[in-house]
């Protein structure tokens, strides 16, 4: 990550616009764009051993200048980030996770639970807040009977008040619909404490409704395809209001022919799961994902070192909108009006895309490697 951006590389990132305008998607300019944003992100040191760490960057447009506004160090590597409506962020630990931290605006751990390594239920490191804000539901696994758990915790101890079934195998990451109750991407892969995968012919992944103050099973969703992994979700709204779910996904076939083929994308539209576009990275694997444009999305894949455009006026497509080796943890930056853009993480630093505004790189403001997701906190 030391090397500098090449002149060829970033010239792949501003021809994603011209390919938007090629096909009659470039907008109308709107108010003039935010000035610095704060991401919240989870770092480790470029060699392997290094210790992680989660904080605060702050990206400054204006300087094209990336700082470290503050950062603590983990016990272990890191998984979801949660940023919380007090400036606070939610840390929780990979997969199977034994912890979860909280570390407030100025950077000071203020809440940490610790689990022991052989308890039966673990983390899947991914956590939301409830509508009310009174509590955190969290995704969890429960070795001893092999389901997954949405654990139900205390917003402010951290303390678990209930634990639900989440309707299915590894459930990874969980959000809240319009109503306020749980959609849980349930991963569906069998999984050992040391997290090794077994018996994925047993491959049981699916999309969850439960109900928000009792855990009841309201919906459920499957994929004719059982070794498509249902991994990271986002919700993402068109200018009509039409709201959809995008759905990030994983291979699991046990033939590489099979996974270059395999489709990285499921939108749940109204009530359908669908898989829009077989359009896919050569490697079948959707590592993040974030709204964009006008009810589309933008999905990652590290492996391939590419993000791609997915927009619901041309189904059927992936558009390269970023072009650079590690392009992994996606986060939704909405930039001048109409908004749509985002910004992504890459071995080399930060990339900012927007179907009307210039694209933007930022170098790491040290030797860094980031971890899987980052979220925006803020822009002004």
């Given at each position: ?112 639970i ?40 205390d ?64 919906r ?70 974030a ?5 589309g ?15 619901p ?25 109409p908004g ?34 980052w ?6």
């Amino acid at each position: 990550m030391s090397h500098p951006m090449q002149r060829r590389d970033f010239l792949k990132l501003a021809g994603a616009c011209g390919l938007l305008a090629q096909g009659g998607m470039v907008l109308a300019a709107g108010d003039k764009e935010p000035q610095r944003a704060l991401v919240a992100a989870a770092w480790r040191g470029p060699n392997p051993t290094d210790t992680y760490h989660a904080g605060v960057l702050v990206a400054d447009w204006g300087r094209k200048k990336l700082d470290i506004f503050h950062s603590v160090p983990l016990p272990t590597r890191p998984h979801g980030l949660l940023p919380e409506p007090d400036g606070s962020l939610l840390v929780a630990g990979v997969r199977p996770g034994t912890w979860l931290m909280r570390i407030d605006a100025e950077g000071k751990v203020v809440r940490q639970i610790d689990i022991e390594a052989s308890a039966n239920v673990l983390l899947n490191g991914h956590a939301i807040l409830g509508k009310a804000g009174d509590v955190v539901f969290t995704t969890e696994t429960d070795f001893a009977s092999g389901r997954g758990k949405i654990g139900v915790r205390d917003r402010v101890t951290l303390a678990k008040l209930d634990e639900w079934d989440s309707g299915g195998l590894e459930p990874h990451q969980v959000l809240l619909d319009a109503d306020g109750h749980l959609v849980v991407a349930n991963g569906g892969i069998p999984r050992n404490r040391a997290d090794k995968k077994y018996d994925l012919q047993r491959m049981d992944s699916s999309l969850v409704r439960l109900d928000a103050k009792t855990g009841k099973l309201l919906r459920q969703w499957k994929l004719a395809d059982t070794r498509l992994s249902l991994r990271h979700i986002a919700w993402s709204t068109a200018p009509d209001g039409e709201r959809r779910l995008g759905v990030a996904m994983q291979a699991e076939h046990g033939e590489a022919a099979q996974r270059s083929q395999a489709p990285l994308l499921a939108v749940l539209e109204g009530d359908e799961l669908v898989v829009p576009t077989r359009a896919n990275d050569g490697f079948g694997y959707g590592g993040d994902l974030a709204a964009a444009y006008n009810g589309g999305f933008v999905v990652s894949s590290n492996q391939a070192g590419l993000a791609q455009l997915w927009h619901p006026g041309a189904p059927d497509k992936l558009t390269p909108v970023v072009e650079l080796q590690e392009a992994y943890a996606m986060a939704e930056w909405n930039g001048p009006k109409p908004g749509g853009g985002v910004l992504v993480s890459t071995a080399l630093g930060l990339v900012r895309w927007h179907p009307i505004a210039k694209p933007v790189f930022l170098a790491w403001p040290k030797p860094m490697a980031l971890d899987n997701h980052w979220a925006l906190i803020s822009e002004a």
